[in-house]
């Protein structure tokens, strides 16, 4: 990705909306619909069409969120992407990219994946990092893809915690993954949401019984002819 990438496109203004609001507030299924048209793990999933007219279909279909990939190189996503759905509809936006880019260009949530932290591959701690997004009135979400670094955020307190069905490093999903981190993990403050790999009603269903209370799903959704009858398909489960 070109440096400057994050300071090209024009901010915008735009009220933020709560994520945990619309999550605890949902009377069905609470779905985050992700916009992505490409993935390093499944290749191209979609042939451009205009962001928002998608984000409009998803919102139709009961989504109570949206997540919008902004990584050209490996997603096909873009700024513009966010900044486009941001002016046109109502409805808590996710980034999971740059938490000064995701304030400035209309998201209201980020996403920071723990074993980053862990591994030291940032510049920062999550701490710092959780109070930058918090000061730039941003939610954060904090994520994991294994009971010893689900056991980590409890300190953190993040206002969502996270689970992620895919090994970022081998890209291997496993819908157990949250069952197994849920089994012996104590209450936490907030809302978890189940991301990756979820596909059907029967997946939900199976990720609910395992104490997941929102689902964070693109790729399926994407690869739909009718966008706004598979999010409202996943909504009724």
């Given at each position: 990705?070109?440096?400057?990438?994050?300071?090209?496109?024009t901010?915008?203004?735009?009220?933020?909306?709560?994520?945990?609001?619309?999550?605890r507030?949902?009377?069905?299924?609470?779905?985050?619909?992700?916009?992505?048209?490409?993935?390093?793990?499944?290749?191209k999933?979609?042939?451009?069409?205009p962001?928002?007219?998608?984000?409009?279909?998803m919102?139709?279909?009961?989504?109570?969120?949206?997540?919008?990939?902004?990584?050209?190189?490996?997603?096909?996503?873009?700024?513009?992407?966010?900044?486009?759905?941001?002016?046109?509809?109502?409805?808590?936006?996710?980034?999971?990219?740059?938490?000064?880019?995701?304030?400035?260009?209309?998201?209201?949530t980020?996403v920071?994946?723990?074993?980053?932290?862990?591994?030291g591959?940032t510049?920062?701690?999550?701490?710092?990092?959780?109070?930058?997004?918090?000061?730039?009135?941003?939610?954060?979400?904090?994520?994991?893809?294994?009971?010893?670094?689900?056991?980590?955020?409890?300190?953190?307190?993040?206002?969502i915690?996270?689970?992620?069905n895919?090994?970022?490093?081998?890209?291997?999903?496993?819908?157990?993954?949250?069952?197994?981190?849920?089994?012996?993990?104590?209450?936490?403050?907030?809302?978890?949401?189940?991301?990756?790999?979820?596909?059907?009603?029967?997946?939900?269903?199976?990720?609910?019984?395992?104490?997941?209370?929102?689902?964070?799903?693109?790729?399926?959704?994407?690869?739909?002819?009718?966008?706004?009858?598979?999010?409202?398909?996943?909504?009724?489960?």
């Amino acid at each position: 990705m070109s440096a400057g990438y994050y300071d090209t496109a024009t901010a915008i203004r735009r009220r933020r909306k709560s994520l945990i609001r619309a999550v605890r507030a949902s009377r069905k299924t609470p779905i985050i619909a992700e916009i992505k048209y490409a993935s390093p793990s499944s290749g191209k999933i979609r042939d451009y069409e205009p962001a928002v007219r998608i984000a409009k279909e998803m919102l139709t279909g009961g989504a109570c969120a949206l997540s919008i990939i902004t990584d050209p190189v490996s997603f096909q996503g873009g700024l513009n992407i966010l900044s486009e759905v941001a002016q046109s509809v109502i409805a808590p936006l996710i980034m999971k990219d740059i938490i000064v880019a995701a304030a400035r260009f209309g998201a209201d949530t980020v996403v920071l994946i723990s074993e980053l932290f862990t591994a030291g591959l940032t510049d920062a701690d999550i701490i710092t990092m959780m109070q930058e997004a918090r000061g730039l009135g941003l939610e954060v979400i904090v994520e994991a893809n294994s009971p010893s670094e689900f056991e980590k955020m409890r300190a953190f307190q993040p206002d969502i915690y996270g689970i992620n069905n895919r090994n970022l490093s081998s890209f291997q999903v496993d819908l157990d993954t949250t069952a197994r981190i849920l089994a012996d993990a104590k209450p936490v403050s907030g809302p978890v949401v189940s991301e990756s790999g979820i596909e059907t009603v029967a997946d939900i269903k199976r990720l609910k019984t395992a104490g997941a209370q929102a689902f964070l799903i693109g790729t399926c959704i994407m690869k739909c002819a009718n966008v706004e009858q598979k999010v409202r398909e996943l909504v009724n489960s």
